[in-house]
Nanobody, 132 residues
Framework: QVQLVESGGGQVQAGGSLRLSCLLSEYPNTYNRCLGWFRQTPGNEREGVATILVGSHITYYADSVKGRFTISFDNARNTIYLQMNSLEPEDTAKYYC????????????????????????WGQGTQVTVSS
């Protein structure tokens, strides 16, 4: 059974950094798959943060995090990372990693649209709180 488990969240002051990790289990063949990070705050819709096409240099970012966040994937560890620098209070949210259905074609990372509907598998989330 496919499982995604996030870690690395916590509380940090504005301007600080955190690195989130997401371990994928039982997800065969991540090559050429689009994996992503999303975030959500209470009462608000889920927001796409970043996606990466595994095996390429293709990444997409929400405008609000460009230049501050970096998504990456470690094949040896089967782990997605989200390096978050220059954190702002507006980044406070629960962060989720996501992977698409095995039968979906995600070779162009869904055109970079950062839409949660393109993803089937989700982690349980990790809380990030940035204080001013």
């Amino acid at each position: 059974q496919v499982q995604l488990v996030e870690s690395g969240g916590g509380q940090v002051q504005a301007g600080g950094s955190l690195r989130l990790s997401c371990l994928l289990s039982e997800y065969p063949n991540t090559y050429n798959r689009c994996l992503g990070w999303f975030r959500q705050t209470p009462g608000n819709e889920r927001e796409g943060v970043a996606t990466i096409l595994v095996g390429s240099h293709i990444t997409y970012y929400a405008d609000s995090v460009k230049g501050r966040f970096t998504i990456s994937f470690d094949n040896a560890r089967n782990t997605i990372y989200l390096q978050m620098n220059s954190l702002e209070p507006e980044d406070t949210a629960k962060y989720y990693c996501a992977a698409p259905a095995l039968w979906s074609s995600s070779s162009d990372c869904f055109g970079g649209r950062l839409a949660g509907d393109d993803f089937l598998y989700w982690g349980q989330g990790t809380q990030v709180t940035v204080s001013s």
